[in-house]
């Protein structure tokens, strides 16, 4: 959650609920809501790297509280970890371990395995698709997290089809 | 309540030249009533082949076909053709509208040849059309609707009778993620209308859509089973669950 | 009834989603149909002009001249329905320019008599205003050159001259034409015959009777001679007249049912490519109706309904216009029924035969709507591969393997324009056949262009006039006799002409010229007629003495139905042939017949009859007329053909087309192989076909010779140079018509997706 808190600090500066808050506007459904705690911690962790600064705020009738702003190495941190292309879903997979290993062992054959493991697959696309249907369409980012999982899944299916295909 | 469709060991020979091509290999297969089949496989696995021949569109070379409780696989071309009529919808990848007719003509054609009386045909070309949201298209040529709408129209022509079962043979291969969502929005509203269908497809998110997966593999099916639905939660919470 | 409605619905929405193809379908439909309808008609009304005149002028079917005015209860005859006259007649002789022509005067009323009323082609009836007014008949009066106006000399059979002035020229149905049937006939009104001949006993009394039934004009004409016994002079019933006045209609009746025919092929197979196209460019929504459950046999019969109602709309347009056209340009009963019906079912079951293989083809469609229809490809051609051996641009190359991808299209296509271009070169054979006649005339036993008839003077003085002239080449006295064959009932005509030392030189295209005396020729029709062959023996009668020839040749002999024998005048008996009824003068090449005859008629101080030959093609340029129609309605179905093919081969096409443009082909090289690949199937259906034509057309013409009695050895195939004129002119308009969707299609911009 480090680098999502970057972000939001590099727009503006914010107190931790705030953050929060944003973190929940932004990702909506898409994203788990983080518990204020974690959220503090993170901060915290933060502040000790340097990578933000905090400063009390004085409020009449009511505890300071803190506002958290980004600092020149927050700052290069973050950029640096926009501009890194990110890791690609990894292919090498358990699924493909137990493909590979299974009839060596002659615990199961790999046909078993690739049906069952489709089986899966399709439940969880039917899963996703009953998410889809239940994700109100104006939750873009919601959308486009749950198409991009369809997608892989897809893919994952099309490369278990090629599997069976050539290991059959 | 007995099978809409049954087959038994159902098998489908090309003659290529002298050489003879299986293309389905003994298929036994049983879909209940309201049942959503999907049927998958890598291309050349016969899944095709196997459609057409439950819809009369291809003869089969050995086996057993039967319909609503009645054997159907002997029956000539124009008896096929009958039983379509009344008993069997079909939609096809390529939309296979009537290029000249107009949509609503389209939607309207089946009713009339299943002898309905033009003014109920015309009846439930509306209310087809209107559940399509289609009825403001009624008179545009099939040209020029987007492929999603085409292919709305095609389903809701072949379930402009009310078959027993409707064949699909990969609705949604010609159509991109948006039109697919369409399409598959409808089919699911069918199917939970009672619906039986049987569907050839290659993505998996319309196979999702099944109450089951039939796999081919070279002809021969080497997996059956119910599609197990289990989780419930938010985008969050589904995703990072796998 | 389901289907029906069903399929109703499918039609009409095919039909108005192509409707520039189904009016071209219908009007060249129509056209051919019209085409054959007033053919037929505007043939039938040439060469019998009897029934439409005895239609408009409510002819009478039988006539009889009786001494004096018949006193019997004529109407009592059963089948008589109206009787026309009994007119008065006198005979007289007109004097015009010279000659002196047998007439006969026909009493009639100034208002017209409701039957056999004669047809007033040009001026005025008679008029009691005028009383020195006459009508002429037409043939006669053409045959005078006497117009509305001119002087009428008569001199009556007392020697006394009148002069009457023409007011009309009339046609009637119950005469002949002058001179082959004479006298001619001329109307005045009654009071002016009274002045003419005032003797009773020198005239006679004419009367026709109009029948129900036309069929029973024989027995009719028994009755009157029973009922009027020696006051009858003569009777004759409407076959006669009819068949005064036919010209031998059998050579254009074979040539119009032959071209007839083949316009029908070739709208059949026009239709066909039409149907045909459309159903291989429906395949997928067949497909699709199959799925929905149609029948292959529901299929099948909405094709054959969609197309044939094409066809058989086509058909009644055609007919309609064709009988209206006719009936606007010859009057409404000029149409005879017989033949337009006749040609009405001829072409709708030639329709819905040439839409019925197309229709099943499309009825056996696999319901399997596969991916969008590709045509097949891949393969070059052998001609291709040949084109690729020597080395010709690639754009060529392409054309010629488009050409023959599709194997049955490409046929049809070359089949269908090889048809009507076969039929054009046959039309031009005719033609050159016909041109021919007119320039050769001694090959179709026309070597005398002159014949002179003594007249005024003296046989031998007549001779010596004709042989005296620079231009005469040579001089043939001859006489024409008529003889009767034993067994037959009608006579024949023996033409005695030249002598055994002199022969005429008679076309002769089997055995020999006579060359002694008891030796003929004889036509074609006269061999048929008593069964005989070359080298038989014929024995004749002739005026009651025998005249035994051989025949020793057969000749091409365009008169008489070829019923005619010729012999040497010195065969005929002395009594027949002493003087010559007349002199066949042969003209040197070059010169001017009519310079001849004024040349005659002055040395004879116009006492010499001279008549000009009358050439066969003369009377039947009406024929020219046909060909010129038939063949643009040929064109016609060529072009229709054409249209549809390449309108298929660019569907077929749509794909390729964007391939090679982006494999680098320019839209000039596009067109060029559309172009190429239209253009070789048409140069090799012209091919043919004009290669077929000028193979058959001399056959076809000498067969048709055969049986029209003239023989065969007439039929000349069309020039060389014709030929390859009208094979260049066919490809040139084909390929410039191949150009048009071509140019189209090599600039359009063509979508590379699968529909």
């Known amino acids: ?168 | 309540m007995s099978a809409v469709l049954k087959t038994v060991n159902l098998v489908k020979i090309y003659q290529d030249g002298a050489i003879p091509v299986p293309a389905v290999r003994g298929v036994d297969l049983q879909v209940e009533p309201g049942e959503f089949v999907a049927i998958m496989g890598p291309s050349g696995s016969g899944k095709s082949t196997l459609v057409h021949m439950l819809g009369g569109l291809d003869a089969r070379t050995s086996g057993e076909i039967w319909l609503d409780g009645k054997r159907v696989d002997t029956l000539s071309e124009s008896a096929w053709a009958l039983l379509r009529r009344k008993k069997v919808g079909f939609v096809f990848q390529f939309f296979n509208l009537v290029a000249n007719m107009t949509v609503g003509d389209n939607v309207e054609l089946p009713a009339l040849l299943a002898g309905v009386s033009p003014k109920v045909a015309r009846e439930r070309r509306e209310s087809l059309l209107g559940a399509l949201d289609l009825t403001d298209r009624a008179d545009a040529a099939p040209a020029q609707l987007s492929g999603g709408e085409q292919q709305r129209v095609a389903l809701a022509r072949a379930l402009a009778n009310q078959p027993s079962l409707l064949l699909a043979d990969e609705p949604t291969g010609n159509l991109d993620s948006r039109n697919t969502r369409d399409v598959l929005r409808l089919l699911g509203k069918v199917h939970k209308e009672g619906q039986s269908i049987v569907m050839v497809t290659h993505d998996a998110r319309v196979a999702a859509l099944a109450d089951r997966v039939v796999s081919l593999f070279d002809g021969e099916v080497v997996d059956d089973g119910r599609i197990a639905r289990r989780r419930r939660g938010t985008a969050g919470e589904v995703i990072d669950l796998r | 009834m389901s289907t029906a409605l069903a399929g109703s619905r499918w039609i009409r929405a095919d039909l108005r989603a192509r409707k520039g193809q189904a009016v071209l379908t219908v009007l060249a439909v129509a056209g051919i149909v019209a085409a054959l309808i007033t053919a037929a008609t505007l043939l039938e009304d040439g060469t019998n002009p009897w029934r439409s005149l005895s239609a408009q002028s409510d002819g009478a079917h039988v006539w009889f001249y009786t001494g004096d005015s018949p006193e019997v209860a004529l109407g009592g005859i059963d089948g008589v329905t109206q009787i026309a006259g009994p007119y008065r007649s006198a005979p007289v002789t007109v004097a015009q320019d010279g000659k002196r022509e047998p007439a006969a005067l026909r009493a009639m009323p100034a208002e017209p008599a409701r039957v056999a009323h004669p047809l007033v082609a040009e001026g005025n009836w008679l008029d009691a205003a005028q009383p020195d007014g006459v009508v002429v008949e037409r043939s006669f009066a053409s045959s005078l050159r006497l117009g509305v106006g001119a002087p009428f000399t008569i001199i009556a059979l007392s020697g006394e001259r009148h002069t009457l002035y023409v007011r009309g020229v009339a046609d009637t149905a119950e005469h002949g034409f002058y001179p082959e049937w004479t006298p001619g006939l001329a109307y005045v009104l009654p009071e002016m015959l009274d002045r003419i001949e005032p003797m009773m006993g020198r005239s006679e009394w004419v009367t026709g009777l109009r029948l129900a039934d036309p069929d029973a004009a024989q027995v009719v004409s028994q009755r009157v001679v029973v009922m009027l016994e020696d006051q009858l002079q003569r009777v004759y019933t409407w076959r006669e007249v009819r068949g005064a006045m036919e010209l031998d209609n059998r050579l254009l009746g074979t040539l119009l049912a032959l071209f007839g025919v083949v316009g029908l092929v070739a709208a059949a197979l026009a239709l066909a490519n039409a149907a045909g196209g459309r159903v291989l460019g429906q395949l997928r929504d067949l497909a699709t109706l199959k799925s929905m459950g149609f029948t292959r046999g529901q299929i099948t019969l909405l094709l054959v309904v969609e197309h044939g109602a094409l066809g058989l709309l086509g058909v009644a347009l055609g007919a309609l216009a064709g009988w209206g056209v006719m009936a606007a340009v010859l009057g409404p009963t000029s149409v005879a029924p017989v033949p337009v019906l006749a040609i009405v079912a001829g072409t709708a079951l030639v329709v819905l035969a040439a839409v019925g293989l197309p229709a099943w083809r499309g009825g056996r469609t696999p319901p399997i709507p596969a991916a969008p229809a590709s045509p097949p490809r891949g393969h070059l051609s052998r001609l291709a591969r040949l084109a690729l051996l020597v080395r010709l641009p690639p754009a060529l190359v392409l054309g010629t393997r488009d050409a023959f991808t599709r194997r049955v299209p490409a046929f049809l296509t070359a089949f269908g324009l090889a048809v009507p271009m076969m039929m054009i070169t046959i039309g031009l054979g005719v033609w050159a056949t016909l041109d021919n006649f007119l320039s050769h005339p001694e090959q179709v036993g026309q070597h005398a262009g002159l014949y002179v008839r003594p007249g005024k003077l003296e046989a031998a003085e007549a001779r010596r006039i004709a042989e005296r002239d620079k231009d005469v080449a040579a001089v043939y006295p001859g006489t024409d006799v008529n003889a009767l064959a034993p067994g037959e009932a009608r006579s024949v005509r023996v033409r005695a002409v030249g002598s055994s030392t002199q022969p005429y030189p008679f076309p002769v295209v089997e055995g020999r010229r006579y060359a002694r005396q008891g030796e003929a020729v004889a036509g074609q029709g006269l061999l048929d007629l008593l069964g005989i062959r070359i080298g038989d023996r014929v024995r004749l009668t002739v005026g009651g003495s025998p005249l035994i020839v051989r025949i020793v040749g057969r000749t091409v002999e365009p008169d008489q139905d070829g019923v005619v024998l010729s012999v040497g005048l010195d065969s005929l008996a002395a009594k027949d042939s002493v003087p010559p009824e007349y002199y066949a003068l042969a003209l040197r090449p070059g010169a001017d017949r009519a310079e001849v005859r004024g040349r005659l008629l002055a040395e004879s101080a116009e006492g010499l009859d001279v008549q000009a030959a009358v050439n066969p093609a003369d009377r039947l340029s009406i024929i020219r007329v046909v060909i010129v129609a038939l063949i643009a309605v040929l064109a016609l179905i060529g072009l229709a053909n054409l249209l549809t093919a390449s309108a298929l081969g660019l569907r077929d096409h749509a794909f390729d087309l964007a391939v090679l443009k982006a494999m680098g082909l320019t839209p000039r090289q596009v067109m060029a192989t559309l172009v190429t690949g239209t253009g070789l199937l048409v140069v090799l259906g012209v091919g043919a076909g004009a290669a077929a034509g000028a193979s058959v057309v001399t056959g076809l013409i000498d067969l048709q010779g055969h049986t029209s009695g003239v023989g065969a050895g007439i039929g000349r195939p069309p020039s060389p140079l014709t030929l390859a004129v009208a094979v260049v002119i066919a490809v040139g308009t084909a390929l410039a018509v191949a150009l048009i969707p071509a140019r189209r299609a090599a600039r359009a911009q063509v979508p590379v997706t699968a529909r």
């Open chain 1, 1 to 168: 959650m480090r680098l999502h808190l970057l972000a939001l600090l590099a727009k503006e500066p914010a107190h931790g609920y705030e953050l929060k808050q944003a973190l929940e506007q932004t990702f909506g459904s898409a994203y788990p809501s983080p518990n204020i705690g974690q959220v503090y911690v993170t901060l915290g962790r933060l502040e000790k790297d340097g990578l933000v600064r905090a400063v009390d705020v004085e409020q009449s009738n009511r505890p300071n509280k803190k506002v958290y702003y980004l600092t020149a190495k927050g700052r290069d941190h973050l950029t640096t970890w926009v501009d890194e292309p990110t890791e690609g879903p990894r292919v090498r997979d358990e699924f493909f371990m137990k493909l590979v290993l299974a009839p060596l062992t002659g615990i199961a054959d790999r046909m078993a395995l690739i049906n069952r493991q489709r089986r899966h697959y399709l439940s969880l696309m039917s899963d996703l698709n009953d998410l889809l249907n239940r994700t109100s369409p104006s939750d873009r980012v919601a959308m486009l997290l749950i198409e991009g999982a369809m997608l892989h899944l897809q893919a994952d299916l099309d490369w278990l089809e090629r599997c069976q295909e050539d290991l059959a």
